[in-house]
């Protein structure tokens, strides 16, 4: 009997119709008995804005958890830009066009995909589906959570608390040219972030209410956030834990860490820091779903 990870990219057609590309990476066990395949839990990981499936620490992640025994999917969300090149964004008008209900969308794609059965050559155990994201993908995969009771755990990586995160000129300026520039010079940063985004936010106030999630999620949830995180304060996975059902939330502070958990580009394998992120999940996942 021989092992390996075998790592696939496939494509998704959310409810819009749109392309959600996704890779896909398991444990191959090679038995003669094909009926006594093991099934492995699935681990979608969610890529936190600007971010994506190739990008840092991400491709890495994905090993590590098929490696573990668990069946990895680390997604691109259908707008955030990538395309053909899966280095960099090129497609900016779809970036432009991204909102939090598309990428909820998307998500909620690959968990369809996996729950109808149409991933069991990937050897997929679909009652046994877990979520992870970091920053703003942390908060689509708690109200994802929160929303959907095929999932069974949750981890969530330097979370947000609330999608909102702009000020009130911030946003009249942007209401008044119809776009959020995402460099101080639109000419050599032509990265962009329209209208709708904004609009999508205030319609669903309600639903996307992070807080109000939390105090929802019913299923294992692990919290992990750095101390010295500058773009996402602690606070806010602090708030979040303040909110969440504490008899299933664990909620791990790193001394000395920041946002990025010390990912470069190109990525170092050797990271302390992610490497023992790893080891905290992938222990706390063994531990509570398998």
């Not at 929303?147 to 946003?171: E, F, H, M």
């Not at 942007?174 to 990265?191: A, E």
């Not at 010295?228 to 303040?242: A, Q």
């Not at 999940?281 to 398998?290: A, E, M, Q, R, S």
Request: aromatic share 8%; glycine share 4%; proline share 3%.
């Amino acid at each position: 009997m021989t092992k390996s990870i075998i790592k696939q990219t496939i494509q998704v057609e959310n409810s819009s119709h749109e392309k959600v590309t996704c890779d896909i990476r398991n444990l191959r066990t090679n038995v003669i008995n094909e009926d006594k395949v093991r099934k492995y839990p699935v681990a979608i990981l969610c890529p936190g804005f600007m971010a994506f499936k190739d990008w840092g620490p991400f491709p890495y992640c994905g090993n590590k958890l098929a490696e573990a025994g668990f069946v990895s999917i680390v997604l691109n969300y259908s707008h955030n830009g990538i395309t053909n090149d899966y280095n960099r964004i090129t497609e900016l008008e779809k970036l432009a066009n991204n909102t939090v209900s598309k990428e909820l969308e998307d998500i909620k794609a690959v968990i369809d995909e996996i729950a109808n059965d149409k991933l069991k050559r990937f050897n997929i155990d679909s009652n046994k589906i877990l979520l992870l994201g970091h920053s703003r993908g942390a908060a689509n995969a708690l109200i994802t959570a929160a929303n959907d009771s095929r999932i069974k755990a949750l981890v969530t990586w330097a979370g947000i608390a609330k999608y909102d995160r702009w000020t009130k000129n911030q946003k009249d300026n942007w209401k008044k040219i119809g776009y959020l520039p995402l460099g101080k010079n639109i000419t050599s940063n032509p990265l962009k972030i329209n209208l709708r985004a904004l609009e999508d936010l205030e319609l669903h106030k309600n639903e996307y209410n992070l807080l109000k999630a939390a105090r929802s999620v019913q299923i294992p949830w692990l919290i992990i956030h750095g101390e010295e995180d500058l773009i996402v304060k602690i606070e806010e996975s602090i708030n979040l834990y303040e909110a969440s059902n504490k008899t299933i939330t664990q909620f791990v502070k790193l001394k000395t860490v920041g946002h990025l958990f010390g990912a470069t580009v190109p990525f170092d394998e050797n990271n302390s820091t992610i490497n023992h992120l790893l080891e905290l999940t992938i222990n706390w996942l063994k531990y509570n779903c398998t």
